[in-house]
């Protein structure tokens, strides 16, 4: 994670110039335990408290692969010890009929679209 947190805070600079961030007051991400994601997760833990950005987290197991409820407590580990709030979202995909790939990506985007909307 050290190389993660050193390129984050190299990176932070760039996009505080950027503007990108303006106007921005609770910012949420969602992280699957991936590189690209974990990476996003340690550039906005920096960027955030710079920013007065509050930040929150969510992961979305999908229960498809064993090893998805040991890599969303990962996150979730991850998000506390960078102070960054975490919730794990479940879906079910017992249920699902048809394209499972399909299935599983709507439901992460209703998942992740419901827990944005709550979290402001």
Do not use: K
Request: aromatic share 4%; proline share 3%.
């Amino acid at each position: 994670m050290q190389l993660t947190a050193t390129a984050a805070a190299h990176i932070a600079p760039r996009v505080l110039a950027s503007g990108l961030l303006d106007g921005v007051g609770t910012l949420g991400l969602a992280v699957s335990g991936g590189g690209d994601s974990m990476a996003l997760l340690h550039l906005m833990a920096t960027l955030a408290p710079a920013r007065g950005l509050s930040l929150r987290a969510a992961t979305v197991d999908h229960g498809l692969r064993p090893e998805a409820a040991d890599e969303a407590r990962f996150v979730a580990e991850v998000c506390a010890r960078l102070g960054v709030p975490h919730e794990t979202l479940v879906w079910d995909g017992r249920a699902a009929r048809g394209n499972l790939q399909a299935e599983a990506r709507a439901a992460r985007y209703r998942l992740l679209a419901g827990w944005a909307a709550g979290q402001g």
